[in-house]
């Protein structure tokens, strides 16, 4: 298996999303749920300081989850039924957190459809870090969903994804993004909206062994203003995904790999709920897997910046970001961004990851501001657990001002109890 390092405290999540990217390139089935109780136990931490500089993959590791503490993990599954659980214990700034970091409680019937009460990493789409609608670098949100077996019908095998979630409350409003002082004012006048609904649909399809192709959509609706008043329906936020991925055998064969593959993807607001915030986005990426190698590049970007807005009415100020909410890229839909990525072995069976990421404003947008950012995941495994780490540094560019700095790390230490 190539390089698939994460390292985030107990992070078998986005290992997993991870891992299911890396097979599909490989052409192999995805490793099935260990259907074997386990439970874990670590000791770990994750902090940030500085320009905002996401954790990629990370689970709101650093921004959205900081301190030092305690974690514990399990699961068991029986009879169709599982189980699973993430639980942090963790001190920051003089007080004790706790945090259901992840769960999940699911049924899954012999016929393959599943049903879950779920919280926990969320990628929809086949890019690097999880795809533009909604990805895996911000805290999970509590969802119902629904998932259906693969049924095989005229041109493929379908199957299909609904879900029902909400966010939190109070949804921080990103530092970097450019029209945050018009959220900040609409904000102060109480035109925010606490704890809206999202609901998402996704259709994926498989044309033969090389083709996979998947439309969705995500609505966040609903909520309440500061006084409790319902949301008006103009309030409502939907953005579209279609995504497609295509195996390259030949390709793999020309430099010698065991696989390889590209994908692109468009995400948009459909023209009768538009997002003015949020302009169409494309990305487009290429994936190569040696015998513990692994080479991956991507672009990503809007081709013209948003409209500067005017907030008169309620709405979900925090928008598809994923500063607050995990929802979209981790740099914001207005960044374009320029990613190259590397999994490795490292000694005594380690596996590791280096990120760079060029990340520059809207093309045409007056702020012109740019960005380099870099990650490294290291991880190893133990005869009674696992250890590791990842940090990642971002260095912010504005005209005719000094640089400046972000960092963000999380490090852990578990230990299997069985």
Same mark, same amino acid.
Do not use: F, N
């Given at each position: 298996m190539a390089g698939w390092a994460q390292a985030p405290m107990l992070q078998d999540g986005a290992v997993a999303l991870r891992q299911a990217r890396t097979a599909w390139t490989l052409g192999e089935a995805p490793l099935p749920p260990l259907a074997l109780p386990s439970f874990e136990v670590g000791f770990g931490g994750a902090g940030s300081a500085g320009a905002y500089a996401p954790l990629l993959d990370g689970e709101g590791m650093g921004h959205g989850i900081q301190g030092w503490g305690l974690g514990l993990q399990g699961r068991y599954a029986a009879g169709g039924w599982s189980f699973s659980a993430t639980l942090l214990a963790l001190r920051s700034e003089g007080r004790t957190l706790g945090v259901l970091h992840r769960a999940a409680l699911a049924y899954q019937w012999e016929s393959g459809w599943r049903l879950a009460l779920e919280q926990g990493p969320f990628a929809w789409g086949s890019g690097l870090s999880g795809g533009d609608l909604l990805g895996d670098s911000a805290r999970p949100f509590p969802r119902l969903s629904l998932a259906s077996p693969e049924a095989p019908l005229p041109f493929g095998r379908w199957r299909a994804e609904v879900f029902l979630?909400?966010?939190? *409350? &109070? *949804?921080?409003?990103? #530092?970097?993004?450019?029209? *945050?002082a018009a959220? %900040? #004012? $609409?904000?102060?006048? +109480?035109? &925010?909206? =606490?704890?809206? &609904?999202l609901v998402g649909g996704l259709l994926r399809a498989t044309f033969g062994t090389q083709v996979e192709a998947s439309l969705g959509a995500v609505t966040m609706t609903g909520g309440r203003g500061a006084l409790g008043q319902p949301a008006p329906a103009a309030a409502a936020r939907t953005t579209t995904l279609a995504d497609l991925s295509v195996r390259v055998p030949a390709l793999a064969r020309l430099v010698h790999a065991q696989g390889a593959s590209f994908h692109v993807s468009r995400s948009a607001a459909p023209e009768d709920r538009s997002i003015t915030l949020d302009p169409p986005r494309d990305l487009g990426g290429l994936r190569l897997v040696w015998e513990g190698w692994e080479v991956g590049v991507e672009y990503a970007g809007a081709a013209s910046p948003p409209a500067a807005p005017t907030f008169t009415q309620p709405a979900h100020l925090a928008g598809f970001s994923t500063y607050g909410d995990p929802l979209g890229p981790a740099f914001g839909r207005d960044a374009v961004t320029r990613t @190259?990525?590397?999994? !490795?072995? !490292?000694? !005594?069976?380690?596996?590791? *990851?280096?990120? %760079? @990421?060029? $990340?520059? $404003?809207? !093309?045409? =947008?007056? $702020?012109?501001? +740019?960005s380099w950012f870099a990650q490294g995941d290291v991880q190893w495994r133990t005869p009674t657990g696992r250890i590791g780490g990842s940090i990642a540094s971002r260095r912010d560019e504005f005209p005719g001002s000094p640089a400046r700095w972000g960092w963000t790390f999380s490090v852990f230490q578990s230990f299997r109890v069985f």
């Open positions: 979630g909400q966010l939190e *409350r &109070d *949804r921080p409003i990103p #530092a970097w993004i450019p029209d *945050r959220r %900040v #004012a $609409a904000q102060t006048s +109480g035109w &925010d909206l =606490h704890r809206p &609904d @190259v990525e590397l999994g !490795l072995p !490292l000694p !005594l069976e380690g596996q590791g *990851r280096l990120r %760079v @990421v060029r $990340a520059t $404003a809207a !093309l045409d =947008h007056p $702020a012109g501001t +740019g």
